[in-house]
């Protein structure tokens, strides 16, 4: 997501009356009416607040602009919705063209681009995901996306095909620039991986002068044929230049298979994905289930156990991965003086937090011990938070109760 150019220190909410004596007064808190209820889930849910402090909530295929739901579907497929002078724009793909609309009151189409068919004839099944405007020029995008390529061995995909299975085929990213309206080319994301392997982006952010993607390298396995046991993934980070159009910077964040058991087909999960971004520096922040997978624990809050990892790259420097805590769905925001702050949840349902400051982390102190927050929706990414100018922190996530929270919170 794009950062706005300013950021408050994170403190969260305090409910009860001891709590709001300590270090936040909640400005506001409350139940928001959303369009999705009963057997329909809130599969993912984002919040963007622009220039002016209009507050913008999107789920699924609605957005909720001036206190009503919108349902966006109609103006195509939402690609993502961005930052761009301090306005918040959406990008949807329909008919064969990529349309962006201002959203303010309401949507003004601002720009049409017609996607240039077949980039490249080994590449099938080309799909965009993300849409980024490029700083400081008019009219100018970049949008990123994936590719379906099959394997170089033709002996591999025929076992698989024959033996039953399917063939491989391997997803690779890509990424494609607009100027003025048009689509000039598609630019293969040659990101440092192996031929063979596929690198599925999660997130990205865009910075002054590059594109930061952060996602999965996943090792595939022509020769099992038609058996599919989940396979072993990298945490991978690649820094895209804009003016050199091309990966700059790439990194290996995390990786654990020598736990991985393709015999017994032993899964351990990642969690939700938060990146952000001060200056050039780079934030993230993921969680890891080393003990089978969150999907066989029934999503029972209480019996998810994972760890919460941290990195950064400063001046352009790697860091080492850091365990900063036990709990899931973190997330990382930066305040104005690039003071770090990542926030996340135990499996008592409560909101923990800690501010990294001078190369060191405070203690972790509790900001919201009632949440009743519903854990299926939070650990695949429910959890949204986003400062307005005043530095008040707005934050959202689901409850036990198929609803979404909504909370303005003053820090001290």
């Known amino acids: 997501m794009s950062k706005k150019g300013f950021a408050a220190v994170i403190f969260l909410l305090f409910l009860s009356a001891d709590e709001l004596c300590a270090k936040a007064r909640v400005l506001e808190r409350k139940e928001l009416s959303i369009p999705v209820r009963g057997s329909t889930e809130i599969h993912s849910a984002e919040l963007f607040i622009d220039n002016d ?44 063209n990529i349309d962006v609309y201002k959203v303010k009151k309401d949507f003004e189409l601002t720009s049409r681009v017609e996607i240039i068919k077949r980039p490249n004839i080994l590449w099938e099944g080309a799909g965009f995901e993300r849409m980024f405007p490029v700083p400081g020029e008019d009219n100018s995008y970049f949008l990123q996306g994936k590719c379906s390529k099959f394997p170089t061995n033709p002996f591999e995909f025929l ?53 930061s993607f952060l996602g999965f390298r996943r090792l595939e396995e022509p020769a099992m044929g038609p058996r599919h046991p989940p396979q072993p993934v990298i945490l991978y980070y690649a820094d895209y230049n804009l003016e050199k159009r091309k990966v700059i910077r790439n990194h290996t964040l995390y990786e654990d298979t020598a736990r991985y058991d393709k015999n017994t087909d032993t899964r351990f999960d990642y969690g939700p994905l938060s990146m952000d971004n001060f200056g050039d520096d780079v934030f993230i922040v993921f969680s890891w289930c080393g003990s089978g997978g969150w999907s066989t624990k029934g999503f029972d809050i209480k019996e998810i156990k994972s760890d919460i990892y941290y990195w950064q790259c400063s001046n352009g ?44 982390w405070s203690e972790a102190e509790t900001i919201l011990s009632d949440a009743d927050i519903c854990p299926s929706t939070a650990v695949y990414g429910g959890i949204s938070a986003e400062f307005d100018k005043d530095n008040n922190l707005n934050i959202i996530y689901p409850s036990n109760d198929n609803l979404l929270i909504y909370a303005k919170v003053k820090p001290d």
Not at 66 to 77: A, F, H, S, V
Not at 176 to 199: C, H, T, V
Not at 323 to 345: C, L, M, Q, Y
């Open 53 to 96: 402090n209009n507050t913008f909530v999107q789920i699924n295929n609605f957005l909720r602009v001036n206190n009503k739901w919108i349902k966006i579907d109609e103006y195509g497929r939402c690609l993502n919705g961005f930052l761009k002078d301090s306005q918040l724009y959406m990008a949807f793909e329909k008919d064969g």
């Open 159 to 211: 076992f698989c095909f024959t033996s039953g299975g399917h063939g491989i085929i391997y997803t690779k990213p890509i990424v494609a620039e607009i100027q003025n309206g048009k689509m000039l080319r598609y630019l293969k994301f040659r990101y440092g991986g192996k031929l063979d392997e596929s690198f599925i982006i999660k997130e990205a952010a865009e910075r002054k002068d590059s594109i």
């Open 317 to 360: 420097r790697f860091g080492d991965i850091e365990k900063i805590a036990e709990g899931f769905s973190p997330v990382v925001r930066t305040d104005f003086f690039g003071n770090v702050h990542v926030i996340w949840v135990d499996g008592d349902g409560v909101f923990f937090h800690k501010m990294r400051k001078d190369g060191g």
